[in-house]
């Protein structure tokens, strides 16, 4: 069972409601273009959750393991182009990882905030622990798009250095992952004008 739960803290003012048409009167009949409403400076900040319980057998019994992470990201509009795309740089403040499996004997937790190394009995820890601090590149279109990912390469090569491994190749770590993964928790416009009432449906995949 894989449970995943977003926390996005934006400013309300990321936001903008944009007339695109008012017939002469107000309520239902107006209608506006929902966009993102991003200007160079501007900070926000993110909160992602990943809570998963993973089941295996071993020897003819059922091993639980319970892993969770969350990522607190932090979130700058470098600038923004004409077409609305912007360019934020986003950067891993603080990571908390724990793991919990007591009929295999594993149970540790890291939290980046509270400094000291990762258990080296929690690969997992010891693989998210280099990235604190690091960055990457995110260019965002106005829908809440994700259109590419930049400089991620960057970031895996401080976990590789850190754990001594090649990482290249692995099903989940490379740009278009991360993209999928950074869109999943965007909230996507519509592409038409909408009015009260109105809803839409965007779809994501999620990495992996």
């Known amino acids: 069972m894989k449970k995943l739960s977003y926390l996005l803290v934006l400013a309300m003012c990321l936001f903008v409601v944009s007339a695109c048409s008012n017939q002469g009167g107000s309520g239902s009949s107006?209608?506006?273009?929902?966009?993102?409403?991003?200007?160079?400076?501007?900070?926000?900040?993110?909160?992602?959750?990943?809570?998963?319980?993973?089941?295996?057998?071993?020897?003819?019994?059922?091993?639980?393991v319970k892993q969770s992470m969350e990522f607190f990201t932090k979130m700058e509009v470098e600038s923004v182009a004409e077409d609305g795309n912007a360019t934020v740089k986003a950067t891993y403040e603080r990571i908390?990882?724990?793991?919990?499996?007591?009929?295999?004997?594993?149970q540790?937790?890291?939290?980046?905030?509270?400094?000291?190394?990762?258990?080296?009995?929690n690969p997992m820890a010891m693989g998210m622990a280099p990235m604190v601090n690091k960055s990457f590149t995110m260019i965002l279109s106005e829908r809440g798009e994700?259109?590419?990912?930049?400089?991620?390469d960057?970031?895996?090569?401080?976990?590789e250095e850190s754990m001594g491994v090649d990482m290249s190749g692995q099903t989940g770590l490379?740009?278009?992952?991360?993209?999928?993964?950074?869109?999943?928790?965007?909230?996507?416009?519509?592409?038409?004008i909408v009015g009260e009432g109105a809803s839409w449906?965007?779809?994501s995949e999620t990495a992996g």
């Open 30 to 64: 107006d209608k506006v273009q929902l966009k993102l409403n991003m200007e160079p400076g501007q900070v926000f900040k993110s909160r992602v959750s990943t809570d998963q319980d993973i089941v295996t057998s071993a020897m003819g019994m059922d091993v639980t």
């Open 108 to 121: 540790s937790s890291y939290d980046s905030d509270e400094g000291g190394e990762p258990d080296a009995t």
């Open 174 to 192: 490379d740009a278009e992952s991360m993209k999928k993964t950074m869109q999943s928790s965007m909230v996507m416009f519509p592409k038409v």
């Open 201 to 203: 449906v965007a779809e």
């Open 96 to 106: 908390k990882v724990s793991i919990d499996a007591p009929m295999a004997g594993m």
């Open 146 to 152: 994700v259109v590419d990912i930049q400089g991620f």
């Open 154 to 159: 960057k970031l895996l090569e401080a976990v």
